[in-house]
């Protein structure tokens, strides 16, 4: 595994080190789509030999079970995809990588240990890679004492009884955008993710959140659901 710190470049360690070796075909594996259409422009350019392919369910990707097909004539081929979608090409031999592999269970990672060739990358490995061998570590005191990263705060949120102004309109997330809202603004942070248990209370929230921005506190936001 390659352990690296949020914002050291993984992605671009990888793609020199798959640039340098140039196996004939590889898949990178990453929990989500997003992450998958960005690796693949990112690593496509380091391997300009290879063919890329996005595959997944989605319409602008190729769907799991035409890959073999769209690959058997080709020598060379880079293939990005999430890790519902490498259940169903993992019978493809090839160099896979597996992204943020701290979101890997302990099923597959036993079916990874049968790989022949294999990278795992993360940032906050947890236990069950224990076992797996490291190929290099880079710690985040060490990131941000060299001033490779910024340093960070944590802070702890009390939470107490949301009132509701009345010149909101409340909804399911009112109280939630009220205290997230007014968290960042005293803070100061700029960014925030948000986890919710699906794209549509994702949908609800980015547009409850704009709403109570802009009504409340007078601001205009940007709020895009990541999938």
């Not at 020199?16 to 590889?26: C, T």
């Not at 999430?82 to 169903?88: G, I, K």
């Not at 409340?170 to 007014?182: G, I, Q």
């Not at 960014?191 to 980015?206: M, N």
């Amino acid at each position: 595994k390659l352990k690296l710190p949020c914002g050291m470049g993984k992605t671009l360690v990888t793609a020199q080190f798959l640039q340098n070796i140039s196996p004939d075909r590889v898949i990178i594996a990453s929990p989500l789509r997003i992450h998958a259409t960005q690796t693949l422009q990112r690593v496509s350019k380091f391997m300009p030999n290879h063919v890329p392919v996005l595959v997944d369910s989605d319409s602008d990707a190729r769907p799991a079970h035409m890959l073999d097909e769209y690959i058997k004539d080709k020598d060379k081929v880079l293939i990005s995809t999430t890790y519902d979608s490498y259940e169903l090409i993992k019978h493809v031999p090839a160099f896979v990588v597996f992204d943020e592999a701290h979101n890997l269970n302990e099923e597959q990672l036993d079916e990874i240990e049968d790989l022949s060739m294999s990278l795992l990358l993360t940032a906050t490995p947890p236990n069950l890679l224990d076992d797996v061998p490291t190929v290099f570590e880079y710690g985040m005191r060490a990131a941000i004492d060299n001033k490779y990263i910024c340093d960070y705060q944590i802070h702890l949120p009390v939470m107490e009884e949301v009132v509701i102004p009345v010149e909101l309109e409340r909804h399911d997330h009112t109280p939630m955008c009220l205290f997230l809202l007014s968290g960042m603004l005293e803070t100061g942070a700029a960014k925030c993710i948000v986890y919710l248990s699906s794209q549509g209370e994702c949908r609800d929230f980015t547009k409850e959140f704009a709403t109570v921005a802009r009504e409340y506190h007078g601001i205009d936001v940007f709020a895009k659901v990541i999938t």
